[in-house]
């Protein structure tokens, strides 16, 4: 394993902290212009299991994404019978914890983030919370700029508290 | 789970009796009161009058292959262990120590032969028999241990690998409270010798819906398709909702069942024999398995949702594993879990049929996850309307207006639906739609169930 440079890890905590902000502003396309044209965006389904690897079974999904099936709920959203997201939730995410654990090769490195996220729907009622660890590969390419390669998320719960997932976590 | 259930006591003046008559009277006329989607003792009475003593689906037998495999499910808002004892029979218990009641079980799935308490350390047999206590001889010596095994559901059996079980000891054998259903089950489950299995364990959400609302919506709600989900055709990822309703047959079977048929050969050409399944699944059918009628309705009517009473429901339909792909056929049995007064957790299997080889099985899953899952392009838009009807209940002006929910879409006088009486299946088939005679039957059934023992 390579040493994780800082200019490296610099690039990174910018990455992750430009897609907070567009996501939580509801700024989708530019967020998708982060993304890899080979994204693979999941959500392993977790169950409460006596041993740690027994907690996600093999195959088994919330959300198992490719780059034209996250176009296609953007261009969902753009209707306007998005029923789940009207209006847009109000979020605000904390991610943090942010550990650049290794360089994968080919300017690829596996980046590990805790991700606190508020979401208020509709009207003022009971908010939402959603905790999860995010496993990430991202691409730091010669240009200096990074691409989100994969992404799967670890949820806290196993059923979740939110209602659905219409939004990007 | 709610557990201060303050804000759901009924308003002043109302009781449960009360509240059950004026159901009665309104549902004559195609209508229910507001109050029956979130009151405490209309939700205390469901789980008494219903859940413990219909039979409830629990799982699948293929989700617990092996001797001493175990999954914690519930029956209403109890816990229950359902395990495979040591001979490989199925047996459902109470998840609770008979000691001081702590949980024995606190994880999903497992495999043990024996739960052993963590307090004081009583064990039993995954049967669910009392085996022993720690220094037995000196603190229980005379302790007749047969009355002091977990409590075990008087009635558990399956049908086509999906395992029920009653608390009620006076229950009818499964068979005879399924009726008609178990014909449209067969229809859907039983077109291969080697039937379905599901592709893991539940995705599992809260929703802030009523339990009824979903039991009810995929019994036979052909009506909210073009608007709830009227995205899903916007971004042409499903087409046919504007004529949907005009090739429905709503097939309503005695006991609280209910199916919704579609005419798919008409909505979408000669593909669309056998729920628009592809050659290369559909070589593997054999019709010949089911009777003459049920072939008919598989092939030119086949149900795409239906509801089993009191809580489970099913939805089979096509749409791409990602867009631009050929479409898949995807399977999910789904229960709506009731967790306090207007509110559920939504669980949902995806199934494959155990022929399919591994490509045919991920394309079946993505698609219905794309669709119908805590992130489904078609469900998430479920997940909010449905949460009016408990907030509409708890409305003090609503209940003080004496406000009802309509359901007299298809009634006489009202539009295009009629009974055809050259049905020969089992219970009645309307047809065309729209129409709601199976919500109207589904809270009729309702009714008759919390009547029943409350008066």
Known sequence: MNKISADVEFAIRQFLGLEAMLLDNGRLEEWVGLLDEAILYEIPLRISARKREDEFPRGAFRMHEDMAMIRKRLERMGTAENWAEDPASRTVRTVGSIFVEADEGEGIFRVHSALSLY?????????????????DLIRFGDNGECRLVRRTVILAETILQTPNLAIFL | MITDTTHFRPGIGERLDEILARTRSELEKGLVPVNIFANADIFDAEMERIFAKSWVFLGFESEIPEKGDFLQRRIGRDSVIVTRDGKGEIHVLANFCRHRGTKLCQTDVGNQSHFRCPYHGWVFKNNGDWIGAPDKSKAYKGLDSKDWNLLKAPHVESFLGMIFASLDPDAPTLMDYLGGAAWFMKGLMDLHPGGMSPMGPPDRYKVRGDWKTGSENFGGDGYHVGVAHGSVQTIELAQGFDVLNNFSTHYVIPGGHSFLGHDFDSMFGPDGHVWYYPPDIQQHFDLNRLDPLLQDVVKKNPPIVGTIFPNLSFLRFFGPPSPGKPPAVYTSWRQWQPSGPGEMELWSWQLKWNFMDEQQAADSYA????????????????TVVWEGAPEAARSVWARKEQTSFNMQMGMEGMGQQVLDHSWEGPGEAWRPGPGEPSQRAFYKHWLSQMAEMGE
Do not use: T
């Open chain 2, 367 to 382: 698609a219905g996850q794309f669709g119908f899952s805590s992130a489904g392009i078609f469900e998430q838009d479920d």
């Open chain 1, 119 to 135: 979401r208020q729907r509709a009207i003022d009622r009971a908010y939402e919370w959603i905790p999860a660890r995010r496993i």
